[in-house]
């Protein structure tokens, strides 16, 4: 059976039924699957991997290569998406279940009163809308496959019930047992996807109150350019430090200390809502060096946990046969290729979320002003189940615009959090189903336009040699005076969403004439098109990607995983130069200029020149620039504001020197590099020692996987890169050692057409049990930018396969 043997529309997918695509492999029964030959050798289940599965209608067999990649092949798509539920159940039981009880707000019941609030939080934002709208957005077959892939987690669930030594240590340790699903679970929850500023807004507001528009223009530079209006009658110094507390109780994801849940902390949420991003590019055929296009993707998220945020699953039946990554928790896949196209993803960073600010009723705080009256806040209350004690009862506010997560009754204020989540459709990275069926490049950007969270940049190629981007997302119209989504804005109806712009109006490349695409979340709409948001990634990692696509005649393979891995810092290469040219009789000063003037801007774990150069521009130059600029409270708010400080607009002052700085700003900005290189220079000696050529970015630079409870860690390992190069590395500078906690865990690179050269990784391995060979068996190979073949013929998966399961249906 070959992999290419037909087109698959998107009807073809999700739209035909299970039972027509049943019928057309009719004449083989359980024994022909069991046995199914693969060329000349037949395959069977190894000994003790066959299950029961209620719910199939025929059997599925799993092959699980040696790199823990399972291959699913079903006679038709229901059972396809029941087996991929099984299947996720298998090997990451524990983390979709947290992932569940978090977003649903269900860890009460088997952790006790202590998370009552944490509950409450995320219950404020579940999709409380039609279902019936609900699913018919996220189009043809997305019901029938949640479905699906419910009942297959549920079945695996049951299948422990009478098997407690197989359950997950995590269950065990904790004390409770894995929930059974609805299919509504799969999409009521939004809480995990990426979808605004809230952060950036609180942030901005603050700084404006401490230092005016001066704040506001050292805090990140806008494209295209704006001066953020604070609305009339709105006093930003009111605006409470913690307004967003409940916000990022609801979001954060968790971690358990000593059998205790705990919430990461709010600057890890702060870095997930204006740090997050990933990279993606192709290639077309004529800059390749195979003739064919190539496709490339890393997205960038938190990677500290065990186990990673993706999953590698291959999926097929008849009319789907899709490889890739994906959520654990959704069925299908997000990123990879069905054997006609290839697509990846970038975040496009566009603004669906917007803090609000009422003024209540100081008789009566259950009315809040909107227009010319007073309108009731909708109040919903439900009762929280708890362990070991009595259900508790909470009360949830609405407004017209959302949840409300703070009243501050002494100034008779209440705040709340509108979001494209509300909307049908609006389920994280389902859209990636209407993806699935694409035939070419073209059904592809069709099916892309219905995609609506998270905002994303899509890169894509097809077998036929196009390539391009088209941004999916649902991003709204905003009116009233000066409303940009920068700053909050009162509820009090001058400011509101008119709707959403049509996907027709975001604009599309294709084809281009450099003969390659790239996106890093940097700016990338043209003029006359919306504006999805005004806050973007600083272009150094596409810049990079850029240069050194555009300098090769012809790219492979193996250059396309160099680049993945490129440790060139543009921030280095911005700065290098205002450097070089000082001089300084100051010893610690003068060594640091010295060891800067050997530094070629690579930010690699064996740099010495990048441990000091990270060192000082990230703990020193940037906040004695701010406390130069800004009077002291706005200064301390800017320095302490963001992980992802744009140093766009510190060079900017350094190019523009009187601009900034006034007159003799020149003067000023050498003065302020020269009075900051020597305590970086005697901080980095104080940690790795005074020979300055044994530093080592990567002794100040681990990285290590952490289980959630506190288990065995994977690593530590050293790292090089930084928030500006392609192989991106972000760490709090706030504290040392300088760890990084988010980056790409998940990579590939795909040869399109000659599918079984792709190539990829997901550290620090696929399986999410400990007890499962492929736990970690693959972060020595990411730690040191490796990759494995990411197999997709028939032929190949079985050659390499380590393990093969056969699911039944019950007799």
């Not at 079903?74 to 099984?86: H, P, S, V």
């Not at 699913?135 to 549920?154: E, L, M």
């Not at 504290?735 to 792709?758: C, I, K, Q």
């Not at 990759?787 to 396969?801: D, I, K, M, N, T």
């Amino acid at each position: 059976m070959s992999p290419s043997s037909s087109r698959p529309s998107r009807r073809s997918v999700l739209g035909t039924s299970a039972a027509g695509a049943t019928a057309a492999l009719a004449a083989g029964g359980p024994a022909a699957v069991a046995s199914a030959r693969v060329g000349a050798t037949p395959w069977r289940a190894d000994d003790g991997q066959r299950y029961t599965v209620p719910g199939l209608r025929r059997p599925v067999r799993v092959t699980v290569d040696r790199w823990g990649v399972p291959h699913l092949f079903a006679e038709n798509t229901g059972d396809l998406f029941l087996a991929q539920g099984f299947n996720i159940a298998r090997e990451r039981l524990f983390q979709i279940d947290t992932w569940r009880r978090r977003g649903l707000g269900r860890f009460s019941e088997v952790l006790g009163g202590a998370y009552v609030e944490q509950d409450r939080a995320a219950r404020l934002f579940l999709y409380r809308g039609d279902m019936a709208a609900e699913w018919a957005a996220h189009g043809p077959g997305a019901r029938a496959a949640a479905r699906s892939f419910a009942a297959g987690i549920n079945a695996y669930v049951d299948w422990l019930a009478g098997r407690p030594e197989a359950l997950p240590q995590e269950f065990r340790t904790l004390g409770y047992a894995p929930a059974r699903w609805a299919p509504e679970d799969v999409v009521r929850i939004r809480t995990h996807g990426i979808g605004g500023n809230l952060g950036s807004e609180v942030a901005r507001a603050r700084l404006m109150s401490a230092g005016g528009e001066r704040a506001s223009a050292c805090y990140r530079k806008l494209e295209p350019p704006r001066t953020p209006r604070v609305a009339e009658g709105l006093d930003l110094g009111l605006v409470p430090a913690d307004v967003l507390r409940v916000y990022q109780l609801a979001t954060a994801p968790m971690t358990f200390v000593n059998g205790s849940m705990r919430r990461v902390s709010d600057e890890l949420g702060l870095l997930r809502e204006s740090a997050t991003g990933s990279n993606a590019w192709a290639v077309s055929p004529g800059r390749s060096a195979t003739g064919r296009p190539i496709l490339a993707a890393d997205p960038h998220r938190e990677n500290y946990a065990l186990p990673s945020g993706r999953y590698i699953v291959h999926l097929r039946a008849p009319g789907l046969n899709v490889i890739g990554a994906g959520e654990p928790w959704n069925p299908g896949i997000s990123m990879g290729h069905n054997g006609r196209v290839a697509f990846g993803l970038t975040n496009l960073p566009v603004d669906q979320a917007d803090l609000y600010v009422y003024d209540l009723d100081p008789d009566d705080h259950g009315r809040y002003r909107y227009r010319d009256g007073w309108e009731e806040l909708t109040v919903r209350t439900e009762e929280i189940a708890v362990a070991g004690g009595e259900p508790r009862e909470v009360r949830m506010e609405f407004t017209r615009h959302g949840p409300v997560v703070r009243i501050d009754a002494e100034h008779h204020r209440a705040y709340a959090v509108r979001t494209v989540w509300t909307e049908p459709g609006t389920s994280p990275y389902l859209g990636s189903l209407g993806l699935l069926g694409a035939g070419n490049s073209r059904e592809f950007v069709r099916a892309a336009r219905g995609w609506r969270t998270p905002g994303s940049n899509l890169v894509y190629a097809d077998t036929h040699g196009d390539i391009g981007w088209v941004p999916a997302a649902l991003v709204p119209r905003r009116r009233g005076p000066g409303y940009d989504g920068l700053l909050p804005v009162p509820g009090d109806g001058r400011f509101e969403w008119d709707g959403f712009h049509d996907g027709a109006e975001l604009p599309a490349v294709r084809n281009p004439g450099a003969g390659f695409f790239a996106s890093a979340n940097e700016y990338n709409f043209p003029p006359g098109r919306p504006v999805p948001a005004y806050e973007w990634q600083p272009a150094y990692r596409k810049d990079r990607i850029h240069e050194v696509l555009a300098r090769r005649r012809h790219t492979s393979l193996a250059d396309t995983l160099a680049l993945q891995n490129d440790e060139r810092s543009g921030v280095a290469r911005q700065f290098l130069p205002f450097v070089t040219r000082l001089a300084s009789d100051d010893p610690a000063t003068a060594g640091a200029l010295a060891l800067l003037a050997r530094h070629d801007g690579t930010a690699g774990k064996d740099s010495a020149a990048a441990a000091l150069f990270e060192t000082w521009i990230m703990r020193f130059l940037y906040p004695a620039w701010a406390r130069t600029l800004l009077p002291g409270p706005a200064a301390g708010l800017l320095a302490g504001a963001t992980i992802d400080v744009d140093l766009r607009v510190v060079h900017d002052s350094f190019v523009r020197p009187d601009d900034w700085f006034g007159p003799g700003g020149a003067r000023i900005r050498d003065e302020l590099l020269l009075t900051t290189l020597g305590p970086a220079y005697a901080e980095v000696a104080a940690r790795l020692g005074t020979d300055d050529s044994a530093w080592r970015w990567g002794a100040m630079h681990p990285h290590l996987f952490v289980h959630p409870l506190g288990g065995p860690p994977v690593g530590p390992v050293q790292r090089g890169g930084t928030f500006s190069t392609v192989r991106s590395s972000y760490f709090y500078y706030h504290a040392y050692p300088y760890a990084e906690v988010l980056g790409p865990t998940f990579r590939m690179a795909l040869d399109v057409g000659a599918w079984d050269n792709s190539r990829a990784i997901n550290a620090p391995g696929q399986s999410g049990d400990a007890r499962s060979p492929h736990y970690s068996d693959l972060h020595a190979a990411w730690s040191e930018g490796g990759s494995f073949p990411l197999l997709y013929s028939e032929e190949a998966v079985e050659a390499a396969g380590e393990q093969r399961i056969l699911l039944t249906p019950p007799a």
